[in-house]
């Protein structure tokens, strides 16, 4: 079987191999509890290894990053049992800190099954409409069993999981701790795609700071409660009540709570490092950028088609991707496939988004490259990555295109502008520096003009109803925002006035950055159908949803 932890040919491997090589990310990798055997179940924990030839500790399940990849079937019954074996460590880590909209508790922890048309599951009880409902908390040492029904209808696709308790959110997953889950059925039975190889690609970030334990030399984030590291001067501050001011740590610390830029980060391709960002101090929003070593080759027959499932599984990277010299003949956004394969030079991925394409290899021999496109759309600067290899050999191999595909019968036929069920939904984002709700990060990130409060029932919405949202990103924003809804997908309408091709249906959508004259304005309809329950929406650059821009909402059975 292929492995991951060097350069790597995938030629003539089969998606269960592809799958199966996702291991721990060096040959010295210690995860610090036993790893389970059982399927389904996920123990997070604290894992010892080197990146880059940089000696790391992050947080993995089961001993690996990513976590292990959850197969499920449409009309399935599935218990995921989570065991959390993080243990606390480091300097104010003995206790959970408790500030809701100030990064806390980074060992306790819970689930998010992202884009799964499943029963909410953030708070406690599952599927609860109680208001006053808070977040599942897993504790060190405690476990907790997640059941749900997945639908009959479901669409088959990519979908993946990550911590979601607010507050420790980025922390968690930024070190690691995310996993693809794949939903299998029709569109796995279409020929042309059964007969093509399949190549998962998982894509994270990891953030780093130098351990401030002594004795300690690994790179980490751990930061101590309430000990913010500012982008802009990098150093680690506390905001102090009585002078209202941030001021500096004592004794100095080397890691503090990011919203902005770490250290050191890593972007990974199924565990392996493919590019490096230092902090830059000259230029605190352009971290200096270093392309690694390419460690996936995809190696391909002229003429032989090959499918791609990708995740950007990043904490706040926005990634345009493009094959050079290929088209991209597009299958499914966010799990829910098209009525027919959308031909595309380029994708979109907002952090949270997932894409699944075939590829045709061209009938001439050489390297191709899958690449993120550069971007200033955001506050830090994202240059261009090379993140995997296609190498077309002088083999030839006839495969065939499909010309349809399944229709996801959930989300079809698609909702009509007379069935709204009620006026237009307006959702505003919006952020504030030095923002007077929230000192204790220094930066307000609002949804509607308000913080996160864990404990209200938020937007309130009908079982079945139909709306239309329109989400705003007011003029003179300084970068764009992903906006993400649990429990169901929707369907783009519009996005700055551009209608949208009917069919695009995603659980994540990048709201563009504005100009500095006119808001940036996206459209949106979806049905709240089958589940009942409080849930959330939110933007999934995590370090602002942890820190206030999220929302709850929840659905109620009609009076």
């Known amino acids: 079987m292929p492995t991951l932890t060097r350069r790597t040919v995938l030629a003539g491997v089969t998606a269960a191999a592809v799958t199966a090589c996702f291991r721990k990310p060096e040959p010295d990798a210690v995860a610090t509890v036993p790893v389970p055997t059982e399927p389904n179940v996920l123990q997070p924990a604290w894992l010892e290894t080197q990146m880059d030839g940089t000696p790391v500790r992050v947080r993995g399940y089961n001993g690996q990053i990513p976590g292990p990849t959850l197969t499920f079937t449409p009309g399935s019954d599935v218990t995921v049992k989570l065991q959390n074996r993080l243990v606390r460590r480091g300097p104010g880590h003995d206790k959970p800190v408790h500030d809701l909209d100030v990064a806390h508790d980074f060992e306790g922890t819970n689930l998010h099954f992202h884009g799964l048309d499943i029963r909410p599951h953030l708070f406690d ?162 971290p ?17 088609i090959v499918r791609f499932r990708v995740l950007n599984g990043c904490s706040d990277n926005y990634m345009p991707i493009h094959v050079e010299g290929h088209d991209m003949y597009v299958l499914a956004l966010d799990g829910v496939n098209f009525l027919t394969p959308q031909v595309m030079k380029s994708v979109q991925l907002a952090p949270g988004n997932r894409v699944e394409f075939l590829v045709q290899a061209v009938a001439a021999t050489g390297t191709y490259n ?113 906006f993400h809804i649990h429990v169901n997908h929707f369907e783009v309408i519009s996005v700055n006035g551009v209608l949208q091709p009917a069919g695009v249906l995603k659980d994540t959508i990048w709201i563009p950055k504005p100009t500095a004259t006119e808001d940036s304005v996206l459209v949106l309809r979806m049905r709240f159908k089958e589940f009942t329950g409080k849930s959330v929406f939110h933007c999934h650059i995590l370090p602002h949803e942890d820190t206030g821009m999220m929302s709850n909402f929840t659905i109620r059975r009609k009076a």
């Open 288 to 304: 200096i950028a270093q392309q690694l070593a390419v460690q996936t080759v995809v190696e391909m027959a002229q003429g032989e």
């Open 370 to 482: 899958i690449v993120q496109e550069a971007q200033a759309v955001q506050y830090l600067q994202s240059d261009r990555k090379v993140i995997a290899s296609i190498s077309v050999t002088d083999a030839t191999k006839a495969m065939a295109l499909p010309a349809r595909l399944p229709t996801p019968t959930r989300y079809y036929p698609l909702i009509e502008q007379k069935q709204m069920d009620r006026p237009v939904r307006t959702i505003r984002f919006s952020t504030k520096f030095r923002g007077p709700l929230n000192p204790q990060v220094g930066i307000d990130f609002m949804i509607n003009g308000v913080l996160y409060t864990e404990t209200v029932a938020g937007v309130e919405v009908d079982l079945d109803a139909i709306e239309e949202w329109h989400l705003v990103l007011g003029k003179g924003e300084s970068e764009g925002h992903p």
């Open 125 to 286: 009880p599952l599927g609860t409409e109680d208001p006053k409902a808070k977040m599942i908390s897993v504790q060190p040492g405690e476990n907790f069993d997640y059941t749900f029904h997945v639908p009959a209808d479901h669409p088959s696709g990519l979908y993946w999981y990550h911590p979601h308790l607010h507050g420790s959110t980025a922390v968690q997953a930024v070190s690691g701790m995310a996993g693809p889950i794949i939903v299998k059925g029709p569109i796995d039975e279409v020929p042309e795609i059964k007969a093509a190889r399949e190549v998962l690609m998982a894509i994270q970030d990891i953030g780093l700071f130098p351990s401030d334990e002594p004795g300690d030399t690994r790179w980490t984030y751990n930061p101590q409660p309430r000990m913010i590291w500012q982008t802009v001067g990098g150093i680690v501050q506390e905001y102090n009540k009585e002078q209202k001011t941030f001021v500096n740590s004592v004794p100095p610390l080397k890691g503090g709570y990011t919203t902005g830029d770490y250290a050191l980060r890593y972007l990974l391709l199924n565990s392996q490092p493919f590019f490096k960002e230092t902090h830059n101090p000259g230029f605190p929003t352009s």
